[in-house]
């Protein structure tokens, strides 16, 4: 099938301007202006941007986690992210304790072979690695999965020690690839939350109080130091406030190979949403925690200056029937997580690029451009360009949302709440096109479950 969109202001990281892209074979063959070459299906652009489709580099679908599963799976979950405009996720796939790495990679390949609506790929979360199975590590990498995530949280779960880290971290240095690291300390914050629960403190908003911006900071600088010390690039995941983006700066400023994304629950949600009526609070009950307001202008201006590289989403959903009431009487039993993979790029535009705070070509490289490059996707995709994939977002500056569980073009994720329930939004993604498919039409879902394909990424290429 062949497309030819006509008459688009086509914006990268880099580029402005109007034109026509023909796509032929999946990738985008030419671009150019007023081009007359036949097609098998015309869109007229007039009036809307061209982006590249955007790529979500954080997403867990269908993984067991805090005693139940996150509500999305990779066929709910990437039909969310399409109807948003994103067409490349990198989901977490999970080693646990004794198990082999390349084990998990297989049961994740089973979760979402043939099921998703758009191009996806992995990386490991490792939860264990002994010297005798640092050997995975490049098997996975050969595999395409050219990234582990390392946490210092949830002790007896996910969390590794710091011997851990640093063979993990030799390693993967070593074979060219990149950790993402969870930095928070989480054997304080467990003794913070047993004093919390033992003066009853039960409920939902203890969660956030009990985890301390300062321990954020603590873990993001170690995490940083014994990167450094290994040698390798660090990516730190869903970074939430000023006190840890404090110490990726100063590490930056030293040269250090640091790089870390925020993430929309961080830039447009805060501390309050827990001081609502009853058990609300639990829909925000996610980790790191929701922080004081003031810490949003700080992250925004991290992501001006290119100290956070790019804004993920974290989407982890549980439902609040059944799934966050498990913690009804005691917030750390609260399944940490909150559902977002569909609305981050209407949210990042209308606040960023409407909000004065960000160009259309910051847009693109932090929703986008940007994730692809550290992850290894890039050309292929984070872009528009001849010979990319022709993941493509039609985007309508003009067209206004309310963002709602209620409203079909806004809510495809299968969860019975939406985190920015009433978030008035303006400019939206109207047509997606996932290699040359059109698979989202004005709301409507065009396309076909496993459209999607496991994408190998590549090596860390040294972009900073
Ligand atoms: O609360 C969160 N973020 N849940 C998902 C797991 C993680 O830490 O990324
Ligand atoms: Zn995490
Ligand atoms: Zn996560």
Same mark, same amino acid.
């Given at each position: 099938?062949?497309?030819?969109?006509?008459?688009?202001?086509?914006?990268?990281?880099?580029?402005?301007?109007?034109?026509?892209?023909?796509?032929?074979?999946?990738?985008?063959?030419?671009?150019?202006?007023?081009?007359?070459?036949?097609?098998?299906?015309?869109?007229?652009?007039?009036?809307?941007?061209?982006?590249?489709?955007?790529?979500?580099?954080?997403?867990?679908?269908?993984?067991?986690?805090?005693?139940?599963?996150?509500?999305?799976?990779?066929?709910?979950?990437?039909?969310?992210?399409?109807?948003?405009?994103?067409?490349?996720?990198?989901?977490?796939?999970?080693?646990?304790?004794?198990?082999?790495?390349?084990?998990?990679?297989?049961?994740?390949?089973?979760?979402?072979?043939?099921?998703?609506?758009?191009?996806?790929?992995?990386?490991?979360?490792?939860?264990?690695?002994?010297?005798?199975?640092?050997?995975?590590?490049?098997?996975?990498?050969?595999?395409?999965?050219?990234?582990?995530?390392?946490?210092?949280?949830?002790?007896?779960?996910?969390?590794?020690?710091?011997?851990?880290?640093?063979?993990?971290?030799?390693?993967?240095?070593?074979?060219?690839?990149?950790?993402?690291?969870?930095?928070?300390?989480?054997?304080?914050?467990?003794?913070?939350?047993?004093?919390?629960?033992?003066?009853?403190?039960?409920?939902?908003?203890?969660?956030?109080?009990?985890?301390?911006?300062?321990?954020?900071?603590?873990?993001?600088?170690?995490?940083?130091?014994?990167?450094?010390?290994?040698?390798?690039?660090?990516?730190?995941?869903?970074?939430?406030?000023?006190?840890?983006?404090?110490?990726?700066?100063?590490?930056?400023?030293?040269?250090?190979?640091?790089?870390?994304?925020?993430?929309?629950?961080?830039?447009?949600?805060?501390?309050?949403?827990?001081?609502?009526?009853?058990?609300?609070?639990? @829909?925000?009950?996610? %980790?790191?925690?929701? +922080?004081?307001?003031? $810490?949003?202008? &700080?992250?925004? /201006?991290?992501?001006? #200056?290119?100290?956070?590289?790019?804004?993920?989403?974290?989407?982890?959903?549980?439902?609040?029937?059944?799934?966050?009431?498990?913690?009804?009487?005691?917030?750390?039993?609260?399944?940490?997580?909150?559902?977002?993979?569909?609305?981050?790029?209407?949210?990042?535009?209308?606040?960023?690029?409407?909000?004065?705070?960000?160009?259309?070509?910051?847009?693109?490289?932090?929703?986008?451009?940007?994730?692809?490059?550290?992850?290894?996707?890039?050309?292929?995709?984070?872009?528009?360009?001849?010979?990319?994939?022709?993941?493509?977002?039609?985007?309508?500056?003009?067209?206004?949302?309310?963002?709602?569980? @209620?409203?079909?073009? %806004?809510?495809?994720? +299968?969860?019975?709440? $939406?985190?920015? &329930?009433?978030? /008035?939004?303006?400019? #939206?993604?109207?047509?997606?096109?996932?290699?040359?498919?059109?698979?989202?039409?004005?709301?409507?879902?065009?396309?076909?479950?496993?459209?999607?394909?496991?994408?190998?990424?590549?090596?860390?290429?040294?972009?900073?």
């Amino acid at each position: 099938m062949s497309l030819l969109i006509k008459n688009g202001r086509i914006i990268t990281a880099v580029d402005d301007y109007h034109g026509d892209v023909f796509i032929d074979a999946e990738r985008v063959a030419v671009i150019g202006k007023d081009l007359s070459i036949e097609a098998d299906q015309l869109i007229d652009a007039t009036g809307k941007y061209v982006f590249p489709g955007g790529v979500d580099p954080h997403t867990h679908l269908d993984m067991p986690f805090g005693g139940t599963t996150s509500a999305d799976d990779f066929e709910t979950g990437t039909l969310a992210a399409a109807h948003g405009g994103t067409t490349t996720l990198i989901d977490y796939a999970i080693q646990f304790k004794g198990e082999s790495t390349l084990a998990a990679l297989e049961t994740w390949h089973k979760k979402a072979d043939g099921k998703t609506a758009i191009d996806y790929g992995f990386h490991m979360i490792v939860t264990d690695m002994e010297d005798d199975r640092l050997w995975e590590l490049k098997r996975l990498a050969d595999e395409g999965v050219t990234s582990y995530k390392l946490f210092m949280a949830y002790p007896g779960l996910l969390y590794v020690d710091d011997g851990t880290i640093f063979r993990t971290m030799r390693k993967a240095g070593e074979n060219g690839t990149v950790v993402c690291m969870h930095a928070e300390n989480g054997i304080v914050i467990d003794e913070i939350v047993k004093r919390a629960l033992k003066e009853g403190k039960t409920a939902p908003k203890y969660h956030a109080l009990t985890r301390p911006t300062r321990m954020e900071a603590e873990g993001t600088h170690r995490a940083i130091s014994i990167a450094e010390v290994a040698d390798v690039p660090v990516y730190i995941v869903h970074l939430s406030s000023s006190d840890a983006l404090e110490q990726v700066t100063l590490a930056r400023n030293r040269g250090v190979n640091v790089y870390a994304e925020t993430c929309p629950q961080y830039l447009f949600l805060d501390y309050s949403y827990y001081e609502q009526e009853g058990f609300e609070g639990a @829909k925000y009950v996610m %980790t790191p925690a929701l +922080r004081e307001k003031w $810490n949003q202008d &700080e992250l925004w /201006r991290g992501l001006q #200056f290119g100290d956070l590289q790019s804004i993920a989403t974290d989407h982890c959903p549980f439902c609040f029937k059944e799934q966050k009431e498990l913690g009804i009487d005691d917030f750390s039993k609260i399944p940490n997580g909150a559902p977002g993979v569909e609305n981050r790029m209407a949210l990042v535009y209308n606040g960023g690029v409407n909000g004065g705070r960000i160009t259309l070509n910051k847009f693109v490289e932090l929703t986008s451009t940007s994730a692809a490059k550290t992850f290894g996707l890039f050309p292929k995709k984070g872009t528009i360009a001849v010979g990319s994939d022709a993941d493509l977002v039609i985007f309508n500056p003009g067209r206004e949302e309310t963002i709602s569980i @209620k409203n079909p073009c %806004t809510h495809h994720m +299968r969860v019975d709440y $939406n985190a920015y &329930e009433g978030f /008035r939004v303006k400019g #939206f993604p109207e047509t997606v096109i996932s290699r040359g498919k059109i698979i989202v039409d004005n709301c409507d879902y065009v396309g076909r479950k496993g459209d999607g394909q496991f994408i190998k990424r590549g090596l860390y290429s040294g972009i900073r």
